[in-house]
């Protein structure tokens, strides 16, 4: 399982650690982790440690120390930039001291050029309590500018490892390769603004094994988590094995949406899917006739898993279905327009919170900020208490989509998922997403397995397309189908 640990966890997990080992001891196995994975991506002779005034900077000064020992086998020209304060801790102090002792040369202003083989950045860990400013900020801008290979240690400074927010207002952050955090990897290395800053994430657990850190309030999602449905079909089985999927939706001008969620369901396995459109647009989709085009006024849906929302616009109509799928007990996709229906109203917010866990509710960042009344900087400043909240009010499986999609259920259950990529920012895969999720929970599964499921097998097939070299520059919602489809195929295999 790959927990994700907040700040406090981890000072709780260090706290207990701490009585139980000799002091330094953490620091010295993070200096030694942080010296291997420097050595790896190592990209010429020169390295240059910027160790800040916390603990972070002592273990940049225990890598700068490990680098540049008199018993190195490593060839490297090893600079210091050490910005510490009168009063490091024991464990830095001791740092400083092995560091002072090494060949690594300290200076007290970033050195002209550029030709840095790597750059060790230790300016601020978890302890980082405001935006980074004054010169330590022009420094971070001078790094980014650089832009030469950087290992960060345990978090790029100046991000926030809860939330995955660089630490403003107008705060600014390292812009990693590759980050090596310690004991417990971190939500905010996953999320929002945490994918672009981190660059790859390795965790090094200093010797701690899992048995000694308590469960964690968030995961990384990976297919164990859905693994149990993923079984191949049985030969004796006829289309209505796989249930039926209908989405609702399609307002004048908005036919496209509906059809893009439809296809996703056809393509992740459902058995028969339906469109009831709202201003119906054609008899037949041509371009996939297998897909059963009706009238949302007079649609009887039956048993049909229901994706309500896509393109489906705010008339009266569209408010009848949606309040007709809510009183229902089918199972439920709530996407879009139907999220911006159900934010201005607290009666159908209600009804959805009185349902039971049968929904999955699939907000962007703004359908997020409209349900919960507030803006989406404030959904983004910390999406995984956003995802939570909305879970926990409306009693449904929320999935807050964007970089590191948020999944949370009203049990508190929290998943950040892994895959995907910018070549998702485009019209229509969001409804790819919510058709994905219907044809899951069409085939079955639990609506928390069906959510991380589909989030995960959606991510997948787009990395999957890039790996192809169709994206992520002009990558199109409608390919997205396909590239589920095998890589769905290749998961139940
Ligand atoms: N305590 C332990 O057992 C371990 C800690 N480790 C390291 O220690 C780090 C946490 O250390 P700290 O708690 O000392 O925190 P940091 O090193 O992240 O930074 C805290 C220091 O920065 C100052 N500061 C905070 N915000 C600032 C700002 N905007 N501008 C200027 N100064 C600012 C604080 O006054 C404090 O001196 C972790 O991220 C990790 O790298 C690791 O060595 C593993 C073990
Ligand atoms: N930069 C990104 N990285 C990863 N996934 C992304 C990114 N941008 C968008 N996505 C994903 O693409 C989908 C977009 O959905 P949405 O915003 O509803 O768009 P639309 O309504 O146009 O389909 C979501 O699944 C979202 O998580
Ligand atoms: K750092």
Redesign the pocket.
């Known amino acids: 399982m790959k927990s994700l640990y907040s700040v406090a966890e981890i000072r709780n997990i260090?706290h207990n650690?701490?009585e139980s080992l000799p002091a330094g001891t953490?620091?010295q196995r993070?200096g030694e982790a942080a010296a291997s994975a420097a050595r790896a991506i190592l990209a010429g002779r020169k390295v240059l440690v910027l160790a800040?005034?916390?603990?972070?900077?002592?273990?940049a000064l225990e890598v700068a120390a490990n680098l540049a020992g008199a018993d190195t086998d490593l060839d490297a020209e090893v600079t210091v930039l050490y910005l510490g304060?009168p009063a490091p801790?024991a464990?830095s102090a001791r740092a400083l001291a092995r560091a002072r002792a090494s060949k690594a040369v300290f200076v007290d202003s970033l050195p002209l050029g550029r030709d840095w083989g790597l750059i060790v950045d230790g300016l601020?860990?978890?302890?980082?309590?405001?935006?980074?400013?004054g010169d330590?900020r022009a420094l971070v801008e001078a790094i980014n500018a650089l832009g030469r290979p950087v290992l960060a240690?345990?978090?790029p400074s100046g991000l926030d490892a809860d939330t995955g927010a660089v630490i403003g207002p107008d705060g600014v952050a390292i812009q990693a390769t590759r980050t090596i955090t310690?004991?417990g990897d971190k939500p905010g290395l996953h999320t929002f603004e945490g994918r672009d800053y981190a660059g790859q994430v390795q965790l090094a657990p200093?010797g701690i094994d899992p048995g000694q850190r308590p469960a964690a309030g968030a995961r990384l999602n990976e297919p164990a988590l859905f693994a149990r449905h993923l079984a191949p079909r049985r030969h004796n089985s006829h289309k209505g094995s796989f249930g039926d999927v209908a989405v609702i939706g399609g307002a004048k001008g908005m036919a496209g949406a509906p059809l893009m969620a439809a296809r996703g369901a056809l393509f992740t396995g459902a058995g028969r899917v339906f469109v009831a459109a709202i201003e119906p647009a054609g008899a037949v989709d041509f371009v996939q006739p297998e897909i059963m085009m009706r009238d949302a006024q007079d649609f009887d849906s039956g048993d049909a898993t229901l994706v309500i929302g896509p393109g489906m616009g705010d008339s009266v109509t569209a408010m009848r279905v949606l309040f007709k799928a809510l009183e229902g007990k089918a199972a439920l996709v709530i996407d879009a327009d139907a999220l911006n229906l159900i934010a201005d109203s607290p009666d159908l917010q209600g009804r959805l919170a009185q349902r039971g866990a049968t929904a999955i509710v699939t907000p962007h960042p703004l359908e997020a900020a409209r349900l919960l009344g507030v803006t989406s900087a404030v959904v983004q400043g910390d999406r995984l208490a956003a995802a939570r909240e909305l879970a926990s009010r409306l009693n449904a499986v929320v999935v807050l989509k964007g970089s590191g999609t948020v999944i949370a259920n009203a049990g508190g259950a929290v998943v950040i998922n892994p895959t995907g990529n910018a070549g998702l920012a485009t019209a229509g895969s969001g409804d790819v997403l919510a058709g994905m999720c219907g044809s899951l929970l069409a085939q079955g599964w639990q609506a928390w397995e069906a959510a991380i499921g589909a989030v995960w097998v959606h991510g997948a097939a787009a990395d999957r397309l890039v790996a192809q070299g169709s994206g992520p520059i002009g990558l199109t919602a409608g390919e997205l189908p396909l590239a589920a489809r095998a890589v769905l195929n290749a998961l139940a295999r």
């Open positions: 260090e650690m701490a953490l620091m993070a800040g005034p916390g603990n972070n900077g002592g273990d304060g801790s464990d601020f860990g978890i302890g980082l309590a405001r935006p980074i400013d330590m240690l345990d978090v310690f004991i200093l």
